[in-house]
Nanobody, 125 residues
Framework: VQLQACGGGLVQAGGSLRLSCAASGRQFSRYAMGWFRQAPGKEREFVATIGRSSGSIYYADSVKGRFTISRDNAKNTVTLQMNSLNVEDTAIYYC???????????????????WGQGTQVTVSS
């Protein structure tokens, strides 16, 4: 599986961005999909994850209520809608794919098998 993320950019605090991740390869629907981010000088952290059939979704507490993850298995894409952005959201955002059993929706980056190249999100005050 190859992942290509896009949609990052520069936005003012309070604004919105929509990140997309396109997956190539077969059996996209067999993977849980996640978004992670890494700010300068910090470790990679979990942002959101969505199960194989969108049946389970989890968010980091820091983004809950502001970010929405979704997927389209017919188009092999996963999207992260980010609203009410603040400067603390500034980071490189990565999409990732985890081969899982039906109901598992991992939040640990070590459980993910494939990673995209990352897209920069910068929020100015």
């Amino acid at each position: 599986v190859q992942l290509q993320a896009c949609g990052g950019g520069l936005v003012q605090a309070g604004g919105s961005l929509r990140l997309s991740c396109a997956a190539s390869g077969r059996q996209f629907s067999r993977y849980a999909m996640g978004w992670f981010r890494q700010a300068p000088g910090k470790e990679r952290e979990f942002v959101a994850t969505i199960g194989r059939s969108s049946g389970s979704i989890y968010y980091a507490d820091s983004v809950k209520g502001r970010f929405t993850i979704s997927r389209d298995n017919a188009k092999n894409t996963v999207t992260l809608q980010m609203n009410s952005l603040n400067v603390e959201d500034t980071a490189i955002y990565y999409c990732a794919a985890a081969w899982v059993i039906v109901t598992h929706t991992p939040r640990d980056p070590n459980e993910y098998d494939y990673w995209g190249q990352g897209t920069q999100v910068t929020v100015s005050s």
